[in-house]
């Protein structure tokens, strides 16, 4: 091989060490904010982390969106140190769960629109969809049904 193609290879292959690229991130967590200090507390503490891009504090939904090249979990930890008590966010829209009313899913503490973000439902509702659509093919009401007799 000559040497622009060694060099390639080279640097594809196990002969060049790469580095592990941080992905862009979203993280969205749950603070109890009382008053503008508190949430300059916050804002400012998130603000002044490693590889944070934007701060976004929502007090009337009592949530923080953090963007950039950071963890959950260190963006999380940073909140708790200033005194906080934090989690997660741990509510999903509405409009994109399949049956929000099914239980442990309404949550009287959610933010109008929200409901609680359970992923068992998820799951839940996959295997009753197909459930519904072997039974709808011998529906009588379906006009597609299969017709054996």
Known sequence: MGGPLRYISWLLGSGHK???RKQINTVEVKVRMDCDGCELKVKNALSN?????????NRKINKVTVVGFVEQNKVLKKVISTGKKAEIWPYVPYNIVAQPYIAQTYDKKAPPGYVRNVEVLTAFSQVNRQEDQFMNMF???????????
């Not at 982390?49 to 934007?54: A, F, H």
Request: net charge neutral; glycine share 4%; proline share 4%.
């Open 18 to 20: 790469h580095k592990k």
């Open 49 to 57: 982390m490693k590889g944070v891009n934007s701060v976004e504090v």
């Open 139 to 149: 529906n009588d009401d379906n006009p597609n049904a299969c017709s054996i007799m």
